[in-house]
Nanobody, 123 residues
Framework: QVQLVESGGGLVQPGGSLRLSCAAS?????MGWFRQAPGKEREFVAG????????YYADSVKGRFTLSRDNAKNTLDLQMNSLKPEDTAVYSC???????????????????WGQGTQVTVSS
């Protein structure tokens, strides 16, 4: 049973930073972070392939967010800087059974999901 537990969400002012962490019960999976704002569809934020050689970011977060995998702690971390009100959403991490060299972008290709953590960017 794959378990994913997110932490690190909260309330931050525009321009601020937050670090999200996803603790995983598995290693070497294709993993990603997604977000869903009220009234909107879930969207891809950032992802990594199973061997950690490829990382991909959505255009909306490129240059502001940094994805990293800590193999010692078995976590997938998302450092979010220069946050904007439009970054407000529930952020969820996900893992896929597929061993893909490419980063998996579609939510439907992920098999396991965490419960999500709320990020609110507001003054």
């Amino acid at each position: 049973q794959v378990q994913l537990v997110e932490s690190g969400g909260g309330l931050v002012q525009p321009g601020g930073s937050l670090r999200l962490s996803c603790a995983a019960s598995v290693r070497n999976y294709n993993m990603g972070w997604f977000r869903q704002a009220p009234g909107k569809e879930r969207e891809f934020v950032a992802g990594i392939n199973w061997i950690g050689s490829n990382i991909y970011y959505a255009d909306s977060v490129k240059g502001r967010f940094t994805l990293s995998r800590d193999n010692a702690k078995n976590t997938l971390d998302l450092q979010m800087n220069s946050l904007k009100p439009e970054d407000t959403a529930v952020y969820s991490c996900a893992a896929s059974n597929q061993e893909s060299i490419s980063v998996i972008l579609s939510a439907t290709d992920y098999d396991y999901w965490g419960q999500g953590t709320q990020v609110t960017v507001s003054s």
